[in-house]
C-alpha cells in the first residue's frame, strides 16, 4: 500500500519520480495519514487536502536551504512524510513520537514550532530580510491555509511582504474552509469567485498561458506580467492582493500535480512578491472527511468499516458538551446571552448552542482579538455576550482583553476550553497561562468549577455580573459529581474533606485527583484537608488563613502554570496578611519545561498533579511536620511539576 512512500527517505527523492508516480504516492499518502489518525487521532480533512500541493513544493523548492514556512501548522503530515519521518508516522500525537504541528527539534525541515494562525506571512517576511542581509541565495514560502488569510496578522505581514525586493511566494490555500465555515467578507468574496463562471474563465487563461511564458530569453517576470494582466482583465482591476504589492496568479487547481509544478517552476525565480491562490478540497480522496470536513477536522480516535465511521468517544460528557448545554438552558431563560468563537463551533461548543438557537451565535473566524471587541461592543449595548475561545488562544486577544473589556468594566464572560494540559496537540496548545495574564486585571472575576452541576452555577453567577469573568475547563470528560450542589458565592470556597495532617487547596479539575489523593493517604494513616476552592479571583481569604493558621502542610493544585497561577495568588494572599509562607507548596505546570505532545492523563502525571503526585508531594510534605527539613522535602521534589 506504500511501497513508493517507504522509498521517500527525503524531498531529494520526489524529483526522481514521474508524474504518474506522484500520483500513486499522493494516494498511498492519503491512505497512510487516514490509518494513522483513525488509531491516533488528530488533523485529517485538512492534511488529506494539501497532499498534491505540498509533493509539488518539495519537488520545485530544496527546503534544505529554501524556507518553508507553515500557517497554523496542523496541515503539515504530508511535509512530515516526505521529509524522513514516515518510518515513525505511527507515533503521530504520542508521547515520545511524532508532532502534530512544525517541530523544530524534530526535523531541519520544520522551521519553527507553530499551532496558532496568521503568523507564516510575517515570519516569513522576517526569514526573507534576514537572509538578503546574510547574503543567502535562497528561496521562501509561506503556505497559508484553512483561512488563516483573513487573520489580521496575516494581513499585517501582507502588508510588510509587499514591499520585499526579491523572490517571495505567499500561497493562499484556499479550501473554502477554517476549522468551520470561513467567515467573513474576504471569505465570501473567494467563494462567490469560485462559484462563478470567472473561476473556470481564470483556469483556462492559465493553462492557456503557462505555456508560453519562456524560461529563457524574455525575463521571466515580463512574462509573469503578461500573465497577470490576463487574469487581471478577467478578473477585478481592484484584486486585494495586488493592491497590496503582490503579483495574484489563481486561482488554480489544487489537486493537478503536474500543472502545479509547472507554475512553481516558473513563480519560485521571480524577483518580486508573488502570491499564488489555489484552491483545494479539505477532505480529498475520504469520501465522509470530504462531506464533513468540519467534523472530521480534528477527530478523535476513529473505527472505520467501509464506508462507514464511528467516532470512539468516552463514556462520559465532554466539559465543551456540558458548557453547550448549560448555555442553552440559559440562554433560553435570558434574551440577552449571545455565545461568540473565533472560527472553533466544534471546539467549543458553540456549534452545539448553534443547533438549538441559532440567532444567538456569531463566529468571527480567525480572529480572537476582533472576536473580544465585538464581544465587548455587544456588551455595551446591553447584552451578555459569551466570548467562548481556548485558553491558549485568548492569548492573542490580551490587549483587547484589557483595552475594550476590563478597562470598560464591562459584562463579558469569557469561556477558556482546553484550559489546561491538552493532550496529543501537545506544547503549542496547552492552556496553562490563562490565570497568569487575566489575574492582574482589575475587577475581573476567575472561576473554575469541579463537576457539570458546577459549571452551570458558574455561568450563571457570572452572567449575573456587571463587570468581567471568565470560567476554565479541560479538553476531556466530565467527572461524576462531587454531590455537593453549595451554591457559588463570589470569592468562596468549599470545604469536602477535613484531616489534621495537610490541607489541599484545589483550583477547578484538579479537586477530583485531590480527593482520590487523600483516599490513598487515608490508607496509611494521613487525614488530609481538602478545599474546593472555586475562584483564583477575587480569592477566599478566610480559606487561606484557616489553611495556614492551622500549622500544618498546605499543599495548592491547579492545572495551569505555577508561575503566576492559583497557587501564586495563594502566596501573594498569604504575604499580603501577614501569614508564614514556610508551609506552602503549590503544584502545577512546571514554569521552564514545555509538555510535548502525549496523552492527557500522562502529562498531568509530568507534572504532578494527578492522583499519585499530589499523593507523593502531601506525602513528603507531611514528613516536614514529623522532623523532616524544608529543605530535604525540596531535595526531593526537584525535578517535578511543582514549585516549593
Request: aromatic share 6%.
Amino acid at each position: 500500500m506504500t511501497k513508493i512512500l517507504n522509498a521517500i527517505q527525503s524531498p531529494a527523492d520526489l524529483r526522481s519520480l514521474s508524474l504518474e508516480e506522484l500520483q500513486m504516492l499522493a494516494g498511498e499518502i492519503r491512505h497512510r495519514i487516514i490509518d494513522v489518525v483513525c488509531k491516533n487521532g488528530g488533523h485529517l480533512a485538512s492534511n488529506l487536502g494539501v497532499v498534491e500541493l505540498t509533493l509539488a513544493l518539495h519537488r520545485v523548492f530544496d527546503f534544505s536551504k529554501d524556507r518553508l514556512l507553515w500557517d497554523v501548522g496542523h496541515q503539515c503530515y504530508v511535509h512530515k512524510l516526505v521529509t524522513g519521518r514516515n518510518a515513525d508516522f505511527d507515533s503521530l500525537r504520542q508521547a515520545g513520537g511524532v508532532s502534530g504541528f512544525p517541530s523544530a527539534g524534530e526535523s531541519d525541515y520544520d522551521l519553527f514550532d507553530v499551532g496558532h494562525a496568521g503568523t507564516a506571512i510575517a515570519t516569513a517576511v522576517g526569514l526573507a530580510r534576514g537572509d538578503s542581509a546574510m547574503k543567502r541565495d535562497n528561496h521562501v514560502v509561506a503556505l497559508v491555509g484553512d483561512a488563516s488569510i483573513v487573520n489580521g496578522v496575516a494581513f499585517e505581514g501582507l502588508n510588510q511582504a509587499g514591499t520585499l525586493k526579491r523572490q517571495f511566494l505567499a500561497i493562499l490555500n484556499d479550501n473554502s474552509m477554517g476549522i468551520a465555515r470561513t467567515q467573513g467578507a474576504l471569505a465570501t468574496y473567494l467563494a462567490r469567485f469560485r462559484v462563478s463562471s470567472l473561476y473556470e474563465e481564470v483556469k483556462h487563461q492559465v493553462e492557456n498561458l503557462l505555456p508560453k511564458v519562456p524560461v529563457v530569453g524574455k525575463s521571466v517576470q515580463g512574462a509573469l506580467d503578461h500573465l497577470k494582466e490576463g487574469i487581471k482583465a478577467t478578473v477585478s482591476p481592484h484584486q486585494i492582493f495586488e493592491k497590496m504589492g503582490f503579483i495574484y496568479v489563481g486561482p488554480v487547481d489544487g489537486h493537478d500535480t503536474a500543472h502545479l509544478i509547472d507554475l512553481l517552476e516558473i513563480l519560485k525565480d521571480v524577483h518580486h512578491p508573488v502570491l499564488l491562490h489555489v484552491h483545494t478540497e479539505k477532505g480529498r480522496g475520504c469520501d465522509w472527511a470530504s462531506d464533513d470536513p468540519c467534523a472530521y477536522h480534528s477527530p478523535g480516535k476513529l473505527q472505520v468499516d467501509g464506508d462507514s465511521v464511528i467516532a470512539v468517544k468516552g463514556k462520559r460528557k465532554s466539559w465543551t458538551s456540558a458548557l453547550a448545554d448549560a448555555v442553552v438552558r440559559i440562554a433560553k431563560e435570558d434574551e440577552r446571552v449571545y455565545a461568540l468563537t473565533a472560527a472553533m463551533p466544534d471546539g467549543t461548543g458553540v456549534a452545539k448552542i448553534r443547533e438549538a438557537l441559532p440567532e444567538r451565535c456569531l463566529d468571527c473566524g480567525i480572529a480572537e482579538s476582533c472576536t473580544v471587541d465585538i464581544a465587548a461592543g455587544m456588551a455595551k449595548a446591553g447584552l451578555r455576550p459569551l466570548a467562548c475561545i481556548y485558553s491558549t488562544f485568548l492569548q492573542r486577544a490580551f490587549d483587547q482583553v484589557f483595552q475594550e473589556v476590563v478597562l470598560q468594566g464591562l459584562p463579558v464572560g469569557f469561556c477558556l476550553d482546553r484550559a489546561g494540559p491538552v493532550g496529543g496537540d501537545g506544547a503549542v496548545h496547552h492552556g496553562y497561562l490563562d490565570i497568569a495574564y487575566l489575574r492582574p486585571f482589575q475587577n475581573i472575576v476567575l472561576m473554575a468549577p469541579a463537576d457539570e452541576a458546577e459549571l452551570e452555577q458558574a455561568l450563571r453567577i457570572g452572567l449575573k455580573l456587571d463587570r468581567p469573568w471568565a470560567i476554565r475547563y479541560p479538553r476531556d470528560e466530565v467527572p461524576e459529581s462531587l454531590g455537593d450542589g453549595t451554591p457559588f458565592h463570589i470569592g468562596k470556597s468549599r470545604v469536602l474533606r477535613t484531616g489534621a495532617d495537610a490541607t489541599i487547596l484545589a483550583y477547578g479539575t484538579a479537586v477530583q485527583p485531590a480527593l482520590a489523593a487523600t483516599e490513598r493517604l487515608a490508607e496509611e494513616g494521613l487525614e488530609v484537608t481538602v478545599v474546593n476552592a472555586r475562584f483564583a479571583k477575587p480569592l477566599d481569604e478566610d480559606m487561606v488563613t484557616t489553611a495556614i493558621t492551622r500549622g500544618r502542610p498546605v499543599i495548592t493544585v491547579e492545572e495551569h502554570s505555577v508561575a503566576g497561577g492559583f497557587g501564586s495568588a495563594v502566596l501573594e494572599t498569604a504575604n499580603r496578611l501577614g501569614l508564614p509562607t514556610d508551609a506552602i507548596i503549590r503544584l502545577g505546570m512546571a514554569s521552564e519545561k514545555f509538555y510535548k505532545q502525549g496523552s492527557r492523563s500522562a502529562q498531568l502525571a509530568e507534572a504532578g498533579i494527578d492522583d499519585k503526585g499530589i499523593a507523593a508531594t502531601v506525602r513528603r510534605a507531611a514528613q516536614v511536620s514529623r522532623g523532616t527539613t524544608v529543605t530535604e522535602v525540596a531535595r526531593q521534589r526537584i525535578g517535578g511539576g511543582g514549585s516549593a
